[in-house]
């Protein structure tokens, strides 16, 4: 039943589905909801509105374009594995890694990627200003996809460090994009990015505006970018 109706919810949003992925996505769900109950990992319950609200949702972030063969793709503030796990199903080509700064969460996702047979996915326990200041994940990154995690410009200072040179940060955002990129046009530019592209993206059944803003990085971040843990959030860059 419920390979039926995320089948459709994605052939809806332009996104075919083969038959092991359907079985993917079906084992996630399952395990989803069950530990749900006691890592309240997601408010959604519904087999139907996570079909909807959660995977194919994760997946309106895939351009082709912007995902080369091979790419290592990190996920900020992953929570239970949106955008970065659907995006591993959709494409098995991709290296995923899943950062969050909640243990607990990422102890389901090691889990989860055991059961669902996911070579090539990693998940680190950070926060994200602390990996943008890494050595080790520093501008290394394909692309950085993250979710409604924080406002524009804030998740522009942690996640853009991640970007190596000519790759894209692609953020998931609700009704304000476009505003909220006109925002951050001087904070990206501070951080070595450019506007690339906003893309629409609408889910099946729902009316509420989302896109999808792409960003390239252009030149390197200053290293004095990302502030320490917490600065980003209480003061914003301009």
Not at 78 to 105: C, M, N, Q, S, W
Not at 202 to 226: E, F, M, N
Request: charged share 25%.
């Amino acid at each position: 039943m419920f390979k039926t109706i995320i089948a459709a919810a994605a052939t809806q949003s332009g996104i075919d589905l083969n038959t092991g992925q359907l079985a993917q996505f079906s084992l996630y769900l399952e395990l989803l909801v069950h530990a749900n109950e006691k890592l309240n990992l997601t408010a959604i319950d519904a087999p139907a509105e996570i079909a909807v609200k959660h995977f194919v949702d994760s997946l309106t972030v895939y351009d082709a374009k912007y995902f080369p063969a091979g790419a290592l793709v990190c996920d900020v503030g992953t929570g239970a594995g949106f955008p970065g796990l659907p995006l591993k199903i959709f494409r098995p080509d991709l290296e995923v890694l899943l950062l969050d700064a909640t243990a607990k969460k990422l102890a389901f996702l090691d889990r989860l990627i055991e059961a669902l047979q996911l070579p090539g996915v990693g998940t680190c326990h950070i926060r994200a200003e602390d990996a943008g200041r890494s050595p080790r994940w520093r501008e290394r990154c394909d692309v950085v996809v993250a979710r409604a995690v924080a406002p524009f410009k804030v998740l522009c200072e942690y996640c853009l460090p991640l970007v190596k040179i000519g790759g894209v940060f692609a953020a998931m955002r609700a009704r304000r994009a476009r505003e909220e990129s006109a925002e951050a046009k001087g904070a990206a530019r501070l951080l070595g990015a450019r506007a690339e592209e906003i893309k629409e993206a609408r889910l099946p059944g729902r009316a509420d505006a989302r896109a999808i803003i792409y960003l390239r990085k252009v030149k390197p971040t200053p290293p004095s970018y990302p502030r320490k843990a917490g600065r980003p959030a209480k003061d914003p860059l301009p």
